[in-house]
Nanobody
Framework: QVRLVESGGGLVQPGGSLRLSCAAS????????MGWFRQTPGKERELVAF???????NYADSVKGRFTIARDNAVNTVHLQMNNLKPEDTAVYYC???????????WGQGTQVTVSS
């Protein structure tokens, strides 16, 4: 069982930055892919970014150039650096992991990000 714990959410003004962290209970070296999702009430969950064990990354078009996903294998953590935040980035952000197959089987509890003046 892999446990994921997100942190770093909060309230920020438009144009500001936040850094989300996802700590895993096992070495992230053993995890195939870790991703960040977000969800707003009334909308479908959206894949924001993911990073593979080979450090390949992908981003949703809506966040390209503003968000960066990175691994810190030494502390079993994945980060999402969010810059130039916009009100439409407001959502609950979830960390998720693919471990033994090509499905996001493990999820964190979510952390709230609110972008507002």
């Amino acid at each position: 069982q892999v446990r994921l714990v997100e942190s770093g959410g909060g309230l920020v003004q438009p144009g500001g930055s936040l850094r989300l962290s996802c700590a895993a209970s096992t070495t992230i070296f053993s995890i195939n892919t870790m991703g960040w999702f977000r969800q707003t009430p009334g909308k479908e969950r959206e894949l924001v970014a993911f990073i593979t064990s080979g450090s390949s990354t992908n981003y949703a078009d809506s966040v390209k150039g503003r968000f960066t996903i990175a691994r810190d294998n030494a502390v079993n953590t994945v980060h999402l650096q969010m810059n130039n935040l916009k009100p439409e980035d407001t959502a609950v952000y979830y960390c998720a992991a693919k471990v033994f197959r090509e499905e996001y089987d493990y999820w964190g509890q979510g952390t709230q990000v609110t972008v507002s003046s």
